[in-house]
C-alpha cells in the first residue's frame, strides 16, 4: 500500500473463513473480503477507506485456504509442485457511502518440488497463515515458481492495480498524476 503513496493505518479484523455450504470456490476469496469489511466497526471520514482482502489458492476446483497444520502444509505444497493453479485475491473497499468488491485472479506455475524443499520450506517460512501453504514473496517464490499469468500483486494478496481503480471509482478525484 506505501507504493501508492497513501497515507495508511493498519487495523486488525477476525472473521470465521469457512465459506457459505455451497458457495463456489471462485466466490470465496471476495466473500470473505467482504465479510471483513462487514465486521468492522469503525467509523470511516469521509476521505477514508476500508481496504480488506482474502486470497484463496485453487487446484482445479479444490479451495485451499490456510492449512490446517504442517501436515496440511505439506499437502498443499505437493498438490502444488509440478502444476498450475490459480489464485484469486478478493478485495473489498469500504468508504462512509459506498461499497465496492472485486476479484482478481492469477495463474501460477510451480515447478516439481522434492519432499525435502517441502519440508524445508514449512519448518524455516511460517506458511501456515497463507493460502495454498505458500507466500509468492518469500523463498518459495523465488525457487519453485516457473511463470505468473496475472499481477504478481494478486498473488502476493492484493492485487494493487485493481485496488488504485476501485480508489479512483470510490473516491473521484481530479488525477494527482
Known sequence: MAGLDLPLEVVGINVDETPPPGMAAEAVAEHLARKKADAWAGTLAPDQVLITADTTVLVNAELLNKPEDEADARRMLRMLSGREHRVITGVCLRSAVRTLSFADTAVVRFRALSDVE?????????????????????????????????????????????VYQGLKELMPVQDAV
Do not use: N
Open 118 to 162: 517441502i519440508d524445508y520450506y514449512v519448518r524455516t517460512h511460517r506458511p501456515m497463515d497463507k493460502a495454498g501453504a505458500y507466500g509468492v514473496q518469500d523463498w518459495i517464490g523465488y525457487t519453485a515458481v516457473e511463470r505468473i499469468e496475472g499481477s504478481f500483486y494478486t498473488v502476493m494478496g492484493l492485487p494493487m492495480h485493481r
